[in-house]
């Protein structure tokens, strides 16, 4: 059953979405299957720890901010990195995510290749700790609750320049009804 959700698309959360791990979030899809279930990897979550200290071969490879960006809330202590390459090939080290043609360059990388295998490659790298995770059905429950806006992605989403503005960006760029959520106060209560 063709549910509208798939890789390379993102989950931007509604202002009533109040949790913690997604309030104002934008998410990634990177891997969905009706059957095995949805992961994705917050984009607007930079932490304060230095990808050196975590990852030293990649940190001089990554795009700014150079830090570890909080994926999600799911298997913190494990790090994943997307990155961007030009043209078509799919060098070893990196897997293209298969979504829309926005974010067809997309990919995800390993973090067990040495970091050469790409380095004359990569347009841009970001690294994430944890990810976000949805069983079968779960995402679409959420969505249709009203957690969610399914929106499209553009491959600069991800390595955003200014990640705190990127709810905001990406719900303006939509038009219409999404371009006014985006004004939406942090705290409604002030308004």
Not at 110 to 118: F, S, T
């Amino acid at each position: 059953m063709e549910d509208g959700i798939r890789v390379g698309l993102l989950l931007v959360a509604t202002p009533q979405l109040e949790d913690p791990n997604f309030r104002r979030s934008v998410v990634l899809l990177v891997e969905h299957d009706g059957d095995g279930g949805t992961l994705g990897v917050v984009l607007n979550r930079p932490t304060e720890i230095p990808v050196d200290r975590v990852l030293p071969p990649w940190a001089e490879l990554v795009t700014g901010p150079a830090v570890v960006f909080q994926g999600g809330p799911v298997a913190l202590e494990n790090a994943l990195a997307l990155a961007r390459l030009p043209g078509e090939d799919e060098p070893l080290g990196w897997r293209a995510l298969d979504g829309g043609h926005e974010v067809a360059r997309v990919g995800l990388v390993d973090l067990e290749a040495p970091p050469g295998l790409l380095a004359a490659e990569l347009l841009q790298l970001r690294v994430f700790a944890g990810y976000a995770g949805w069983s079968p059905g779960q995402l679409r429950t959420e969505v249709e609750e009203g957690s969610w806006y399914l929106v499209p992605a553009e491959a600069g989403d991800v390595f955003a320049g200014d990640p705190d503005r990127l709810w905001q960006d990406v719900l303006r760029r939509q038009g219409g009804d999404l371009a006014f959520v985006a004004t939406f106060p942090e705290d409604p209560t002030l308004n």
